[in-house]
């Protein structure tokens, strides 16, 4: 992932944060079994990507997750 990638990943995450706030953890989650039960593994690993820009940015190792 390069420099604009990242950025743009951790742009939508604090997106993502201030929408969905305390709730984030779970529409991420949520969105991530949709793209595992729907095989969408382009998807799939951007949301992983966005999942841990999300965790980084609050604060939360997340390889722990």
């Keep these: 992932m390069d ?3 990242e950025a743009r990943v951790f ?3 604090r997106g993502l944060i ?3 706030g305390d ?3 779970r529409f991420l989650q949520d969105k ?3 793209l595992t039960a729907a095989r969408d593994y382009e998807q799939l690993s951007e949301w992983f990507a966005i999942r841990n820009a999300v ?3 609050l604060g ?3 390889t722990l997750q």
């Design 55 to 57: 965790a980084l940015s």
């Design 32 to 34: 991530i079994d949709r």
């Design 60 to 62: 939360f190792d997340p």
């Design 23 to 25: 709730d984030v953890a």
């Design 3 to 5: 420099s604009s990638d």
């Design 11 to 13: 742009l939508i995450a």
């Design 18 to 20: 201030a929408e969905h």
